[in-house]
């Protein structure tokens, strides 16, 4: 009997991460597939006629124990991979989606949903079991269940298929990312502010180098990027980065990518949808294609002349520096980070002192705390690895969740920054309360100091906890941050502008050796550059986005690569901007359904996180109680119990339109 098997008498009843060893994950998930097709068996075969309690309520806890081990498996395989790992998640792939499969093509389940559905009226039902009711049919009916015979089974294979090459993606994209490193040697030091000198020699001494190297960790070659006057080291190492899953070796994903596509389109048509973009927006704010596009366009045009403006004054400044020209996607941050010293005098050398990690974990609990009550005690593990801290929430003296924090980059992680949950919250059947981790790649220091972009991050990612945290309803499928897309990112983005406020700043962003407050002129040129150099990131994300939209909103293409030069032709890329993030590494639409056709989903939010903020601006109180108590009854605390619209409508009144966003990065004056 695996660990999995046993009750756990842990604090909170968090995994025994102690105990739990790799070889006890496949018994683990077979036994927990076997106990979830008995249940959902039982609930389809039943001759009782259909409730909501007997058929949806029974979904809700027919997988149990397989939310158990899958809640721990996947947190470790994204956080801390492992070969034994990463072969069984490509083993895991295609046995999830078959087992998904077969409880959509369940007849005698889904007939059983539509008995309800059709006499949803006659039911009694609350609004939130309506709501319910609603999303597993639809849920049923876009996963194939309305289709018969070879149909039904094209659609079995298609979705398995894409199970298999989203798992290749990704893990070929984390093989690019640990195997390739850049040695420096003393010499090629100079120049670099402290901080990136001991994560360089930090990295060295993980991969056991003998000095220190440049790895294509975000948090190590970004700043690398910004500071090092090696034009030639600069170029390789960008080269090298935006190369990843494009090296033709044996994890180069362009194939993957271009299958990935047919796949989709495959899929949309079974369903009867004219393009993939369109099957994926349905659900969606957004709708349509052409409500995606109209978004993304009216934004571009304003930022792309703001990039282009900058852009010549950085060439000026790199050929005062004497060197030839154009310039290139190597040189943008160096001297993007060389004006912003000349016209903000902010240096981020000098900045991170006053970042450190504890500071703004400090910063993010204490907004926390003054918005909606929430009190955070640090518990002791043992958690899945050693860099991870814990601590208990709880409101009134009230337990309220578990909250993990992974925030240090190492090989075994994949990149990025994101909010997971090893269990959600629900009320039925009991009161479950979430265990929710943040993982983010920060440099590793003693003591961590973090960029401005990186504590922005952390609040990002906590926004999203607090969407798990506070969730508030009966049913885990409509619980947290389980909504439409393209508005699971406004809770973590509005998190971010409790960063901007000058008060939390003056409290908490304070020297890590003698505690001395930011001064106050440092602290008026940070937030005076908020909005510097908005074109280039603007410009940088809707490339990304269009690439993303236009894949989907059509035939795919059967060379990707090519697909995506003509998209970013047509769109005029400024030469010296390269996407966020270009086809063979772009996590977000081919390591899962997840964002596809949903990347734009970041703007999208971005429009009603600006105007929510606002809510706090019109009162001139940044934590006013009414306005917190709007906020979490209506979007923290309801999950998916209405629609997204509907949530934001009642929250504020009305929908924004896009002139928050604009002003928001600063990009009014171009529009």
Known sequence: MTIFAQTWTTPFGLPPFDQIRDEDFG???DAALTEARANIAAIADSADAPTFANVIEALELAEGALDRVAGVFYNLSGADSNDAREALMRDLAPKMSAFSSEVSNNKALFAKIEVLWQGRDDLGLTAEQLRVLTLYRQMFVRSGALL?????ESLTAVKSRLAVLGTQFSQNLLADEREWSMPLAEDDLEGLPDFVIASARAAGQERGAGGPVVTLNRSLIVPFLQFSSRRALRQRAYEAWVARGANGNASDNRAIAAETLALREERAKLLGYASFADFKLEPEMAKTPAAVRDLLMRVWTPAKAKAEADAKVLEAMLQADG????????????????RRRAEHDLDEAALKPYLSLDAMLGAQFDCANRLFGLEFCEIAGPFYHPDVRGWEVTRGGAHLAVFLGDYFARGSKRSGAWCSAMRSQRKLGADVRPIVVNVCNFAKGDPALLSYDDARTLFHEFGHALHQMLSDVTYGFISGTSVARD?????????????EVPAVLEQHARHWQTGAPMPADMLKRLLDAGTYDQGFATVEF??????????HAGAAPADPMQKQAEILESLGMPRAIRMRHATPHFAHVFSGDGYSSGYYSYMWSEVMDA??????????????PDTAARLEKFILSAGGSEEAEALYTRFRGRMPGVEALLKGRGLLDAA
């Open 323 to 338: 060197l030839p020209g154009p310039l290139e996607a190597w040189d943008w941050r160096y001297y993007s980070e060389k």
């Open 542 to 551: 809707i490339s990304s986005a269009m690439v993303d939209l236009e894949f």
């Open 27 to 29: 018994p683990a998930f």
């Open 487 to 499: 508005f699971v990112e406004l809770p973590s983005q509005l998190y971010e502008h409790w960063l």
């Open 148 to 152: 018969q015979g070879e149909a039904a």
């Open 611 to 624: 105007d929510a903020f606002a809510a706090f601006e019109e009162v001139n109180d940044p934590f006013d």
